[in-house]
């Protein structure tokens, strides 16, 4: 287990459960007073049509959806790139005190906006412990925070997604008492 790396990033193919351990994370963590955001399927008659933000104080945004007016689009989604930064705006993670940041992705929708690709290099050089759920696969920033030194990389898969918030709660008790 590396103590020295504050950020802690779980990568997995779409749709393997990444957003379902970072919730259980959240519950497990929350005398830790965790700062951030997950995201949510939006579904119409059992068909994934969008994602929703989620705030861990309970506000939610729209990020993507089939039927969003936007010029911007990943896959069949339409992205929201503005309302995403005023999202962000309002949780203002760089100036929180939050010693536990969470973030639910880091992902083609997300690398979209300025806004977020800032926070994000922001937020990793802090002394803050930061959990984020990142794409498998994309280039630029994707690759990038996934190659830096201070970054532990899960992979989640089917085989261990259960015991997959077990190890990365050891891992932050590992370098909350280091």
Same mark, same amino acid.
């Given at each position: 287990?590396?103590?020295?790396?504050?950020?802690?990033?779980?990568?997995?193919?779409?749709?393997?459960?990444?957003?379902?351990?970072?919730?259980?994370?959240?519950?497990?963590?929350?005398?830790?007073?965790?700062?951030?955001?997950?995201?949510? *399927?939006?579904?119409?008659?059992?068909?994934?049509?969008?994602?929703?933000?989620?705030?861990?104080?309970?506000?939610?945004?729209?990020?993507?959806?089939?039927?969003?007016?936007?010029?911007?689009?990943?896959?069949?989604?339409? !992205?929201?790139?503005?309302?995403? *930064?005023?999202?962000?705006?309002?949780?203002?993670?760089?100036?929180?005190?939050?010693?536990?940041? !969470?973030?639910?992705?880091?992902?083609?929708?997300?690398?979209?906006?300025?806004?977020?690709?800032?926070?994000?290099?922001?937020?990793?050089?802090?002394?803050?412990?930061?959990?984020?759920?990142?794409?498998?696969?994309?280039?630029?920033?994707?690759?990038?925070?996934?190659?830096?030194?201070?970054?532990?990389?899960?992979?989640?898969?089917?085989?261990?997604?259960?015991?997959?918030?077990?190890?990365?709660?050891?891992?932050?008790?590992?370098?909350?008492?280091?």
């Amino acid at each position: 287990m590396e103590t020295g790396a504050k950020n802690l990033l779980i990568m997995g193919a779409p749709g393997i459960g990444k957003s379902t351990v970072i919730k259980k994370l959240i519950e497990e963590l929350k005398a830790l007073k965790p700062v951030g955001f997950f995201t949510e *399927e939006i579904r119409n008659a059992g068909t994934r049509v969008g994602f929703q933000l989620v705030s861990l104080d309970g506000r939610r945004r729209n990020l993507a959806h089939v039927d969003m007016r936007s010029r911007l689009i990943v896959g069949k989604y339409r !992205i929201n790139v503005y309302g995403f *930064e005023k999202f962000l705006n309002s949780l203002d993670l760089e100036g929180s005190d939050g010693r536990l940041i !969470i973030i639910d992705e880091i992902g083609r929708m997300e690398c979209l906006s300025r806004r977020f690709r800032q926070m994000m290099s922001e937020v990793l050089e802090q002394d803050r412990i930061v959990v984020a759920t990142v794409a498998q696969s994309g280039g630029g920033m994707i690759d990038t925070v996934k190659q830096r030194d201070d970054v532990v990389l899960f992979e989640l898969n089917r085989r261990n997604r259960e015991e997959m918030v077990g190890k990365v709660v050891r891992q932050i008790q590992a370098i909350r008492f280091s």
